[in-house]
T-cell receptor, first 110, second 113 residues
Framework: NAGVTQTPKFQVLKTGQSMTLQCAQD?????MYWYRQDPGMGLRLIYY???????DKGEVPNGYNVSRLNKREFSLRLESAAPSQTSVYFC?????????FGSGTRLTVV | GQQLNQSPQSMFIQEGEDVSMNCTSS?????WLWYKQDPGEGPVLLIA?????ELTSNGRLTAQFGITRKDSFLNISASIPSDVGIYFC?????????????FGKGTKLSVKP
C-alpha cells in the first residue's frame, strides 16, 4: 500500500544513548517532514526537507539531526537522548495539499 | 511565529449529537486543512479548503474556510463511536517556506454510546 513507513514503532532509550528513526515514502513526494507530538502541544515541526539533498530546521530542531538519504528516505537522529525528547515522532511527506503521515514512533527516554 | 488557537480542547458528547470545533489565527492563511488522528495512528487528512468562504463536505463532516481567512470551522453531524479521536486544524501560507503547515493543538473528541 502506498504511504509513509516509519520504524521502529516503539523504542526505549537511556539518557545519553543515540538512535536513528527511519522514514520512507513511496508516493514520489519531494517534501518530507519530521514532527513530534506531545500531550497538549499538538504537532511541532522538527526538521523538513523540501527536496533531495536539502534540509531545514523547523520549530524545535535542538537535539536532532536529519539526513535526506534519497527521494524516498528521510531519517531523524538523536545523538544524545534526553528525557525531554520522550515523545511520539511522526514522519510525513507531501506537497501542495495536505501531508500523508506515518503511524509514528513512540520514544521513551529514561 | 504563527500560531493557531483550536477550541475546544476536548469534548465529551453522546452518540447522535452534532459537534462543532474551530480554529483561529492572527495571520491569514491560503489553505485550511482538517485532520483526524485515531489512537495509536498518524493524522489522516479529512478536508482541505482553498478559498475564503468555501464550504466543503465529506460525508457527515462539513468544514468552512472563514471569510477573513483567519479562521476555519469543522462540524460533525450525528456523531458515532468511531468519530472518537483527535481532530487537528492546520493552516498553510504559501508566502512562507516549504515547512509552513501550522497545526493547532487538537480537539480530543469522546463519544458515549
Amino acid at each position: 500500500n502506498a504511504g509513509v513507513t516509519q520504524t521502529p514503532k516503539f523504542q526505549v532509550l537511556k539518557t545519553g544513548q543515540s538512535m536513528t528513526l527511519q522514514c520512507a515514502q513511496d508516493m514520489n513526494h519531494n517534501s518530507m517532514y519530521w514532527y513530534r507530538q506531545d500531550p497538549g502541544m499538538g504537532l511541532r515541526l522538527i526538521y523538513y526537507s523540501a527536496s533531495e539533498g536539502t534540509t531545514d530546521k523547523g520549530e524545535v530542531p535542538n537535539g536532532y539531526n536529519v539526513s535526506r538519504l534519497n527521494k524516498r528516505e528521510f531519517s531523524l537522529r538523536l545523538e544524545s537522548a534526553a528525557p525531554s525528547q520522550t515523545s511520539v515522532y511522526f514522519c510525513a511527506s507531501g506537497e501542495t495539499v495536505g501531508y500523508t503521515f506515518g503511524s509514528g514512533t513512540r520514544l521513551t527516554v529514561v | 511565529g504563527q500560531q493557531l488557537n483550536q477550541s475546544p480542547q476536548s469534548m465529551f458528547i453522546q452518540e447522535g449529537e452534532d459537534v462543532s470545533m474551530n480554529c483561529t489565527s492572527s495571520s491569514i492563511f491560503n489553505t485550511w486543512l482538517w485532520y483526524k488522528q485515531d489512537p495509536g495512528e498518524g493524522p489522516v487528512l479529512l478536508i482541505a479548503l482553498y478559498k475564503a468562504g468555501e464550504l466543503t463536505s465529506n460525508g457527515r463532516l462539513t468544514a468552512q474556510f472563514g471569510i477573513t481567512r483567519k479562521d476555519s470551522f469543522l462540524n460533525i453531524s450525528a456523531s458515532i463511536p468511531s468519530d472518537v479521536g483527535i481532530y487537528f486544524c492546520a493552516g498553510r501560507n504559501y508566502g512562507g517556506s516549504q515547512g509552513n503547515l501550522i497545526f493547532g493543538k487538537g480537539t480530543k473528541l469522546s463519544v458515549k454510546p
